[in-house]
C-alpha cells in the first residue's frame, strides 16, 4: 500500500466511473481527496462513500468561475495541492463521420475534453507549486488517442492532444520536480461507457477474444495506475502514458478465435461497439 498521508488530491470528475474510484483509493492510502462534479446526485453519493475529512463540490471544470473557485477553496483549507488528477473527459454520445461534427459538437467536445484541462491545470499549477518537487500531474487520456477510432475524430484528436500537452508541461515543470503523466485506458465499466450492457450475455465469456487479457477494464484498474504515478514509486517518471489495456493496443487488430486461435479477421461481428 502506498502512502499519502498528508497529501492533497484533487480528481476532477469525481462523482462516478475511473474518478470516484480514483478518489476511493486515494482516501483509503490516507490522502485527503477533493474532488469537483457536475452533476449534483452524483455529487451527493461521494460525499457519502468518502466521508470527512474529503472534500466533494459541486461545480463545472468547463466554467472559468467554478474552476477559479475551487483553486481558491483549495488554497484557502490546504494551502497548496499535491495531486491533480485531470479525469474529467467525455465523447458526449457524439458518434459520427467527422465531416457530420457541427461546430457545436466541435465546440462541445473540445470544451470538456481540452478546454478544461487547460484552464485547471493552469489554476492548480501555483498550488502544486506551493508543495513543491514530487507533486504531480496525471491526465486521463484514452487508448484511442494511441489508435485510430471510427466515427469518433473529433474525440479522439482531443485525447490525443493530451499527450502533447503532457510531454510538453513536462519539461515545464521538470526543473522544479513537478511531474506530469497520462494514463491511456481500453474500454472500461461506468456510467459513461456501461459496456456490459453493450455485449449480449450470452458473448460475455468472448470478451477475451478482444481483449487479450479476457476482460474489458475496472475503474480500479485506472486508480491503480494513478496512484502508482502520483506516488515516488513513479519519482523518476514524467512525460510519459501507461496504457491501461488488458494488452489491446499490443494485440492492434489481432482477435482470439474460439478455438483459441489468433486470427486478424472480425471475430463475432455482431456484437461490440457497433459504429
Ligand atoms: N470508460 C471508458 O471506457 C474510458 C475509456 C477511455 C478513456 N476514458 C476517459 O476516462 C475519463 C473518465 O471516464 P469515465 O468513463 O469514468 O466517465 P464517467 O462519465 O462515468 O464519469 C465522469 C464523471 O465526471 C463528471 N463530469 C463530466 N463533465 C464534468 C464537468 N464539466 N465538470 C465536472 N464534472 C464533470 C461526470 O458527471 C461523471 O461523474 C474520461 O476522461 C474519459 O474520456 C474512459
Redesign the pocket.
Known amino acids: 500500500m502506498i502512502d499519502f498521508a498528508g497529501k492533497i488530491a484533487l480528481v ?2 469525481g ?5 470516484l474510484a480514483t478518489c476511493e483509493a486515494f482516501a483509503k492510502a490516507g490522502a485527503t481527496v477533493v474532488a ?4 449534483a446526485e ?1 455529487a451527493a453519493q461521494a460525499r457519502r462513500i468518502l466521508g470527512e475529512p474529503h472534500l466533494i463540490i459541486d ?4 466554467q472559468q468561475a467554478d474552476v477559479d473557485s475551487l483553486a481558491a477553496e483549495i488554497d484557502q483549507r490546504f494551502g497548496g495541492l499535491d495531486i491533480l488528477v485531470n ?4 465523447f458526449l454520445n457524439i458518434v459520427k463521420r467527422f465531416e457530420d461534427h457541427s461546430d457545436e459538437d466541435i465546440d462541445r467536445l473540445y470544451a ?1 475534453n481540452m478546454r ?1 484541462l487547460f484552464s485547471v491545470t493552469r489554476a492548480m499549477i501555483p498550488l502544486l507549486r506551493k508543495k513543491g518537487a514530487g507533486t504531480s500531474i496525471i491526465s ?1 487520456s ?3 488517442a494511441f489508435r485510430g477510432i471510427p466515427i469518433n475524430c473529433v474525440y479522439s484528436t482531443f485525447k490525443t492532444g493530451i499527450t502533447g500537452f503532457t510531454k510538453s508541461l513536462a519539461l515545464d515543470l521538470a526543473p522544479e520536480g513537478i511531474r506530469v503523466n497520462l494514463i491511456a ?4 465499466e ?4 456501461p459496456i456490459s450492457h453493450v455485449i449480449k450475455p450470452d458473448h460475455q465469456d468472448d470478451v477475451k477474444q478482444w481483449i487479450p487479457l479476457g476482460r474489458f ?1 475496472a ?1 480500479d484498474d485506472m486508480a491503480n495506475a494513478i496512484l502508482f504515478l502520483a506516488s515516488p514509486m513513479a519519482s523518476w517518471i514524467t512525460g510519459t502514458a501507461i496504457n491501461i489495456d488488458g494488452g489491446a493496443l499490443a494485440a492492434s487488430g489481432w482477435y482470439r478465435t474460439a478455438e483459441d486461435k489468433w486470427t486478424n479477421t472480425p471475430v463475432i461481428p455482431t456484437h461490440g461497439l457497433l459504429f
Request: charged fraction near 20%; avoid cysteine; proline fraction near 6%.
Open positions: 476532477t470528475g462523482g462516478a466511473g475511473i474518478g469537483i462534479e457536475n452533476d452524483r461545480g463545472d471544470v468547463t479525469n474529467v473527459g467525455d470538456v478544461q486521463v484514452s487508448i484511442e485506458p481500453e474500454t472500461t461506468t456510467a459513461q461507457v477494464g475503474p
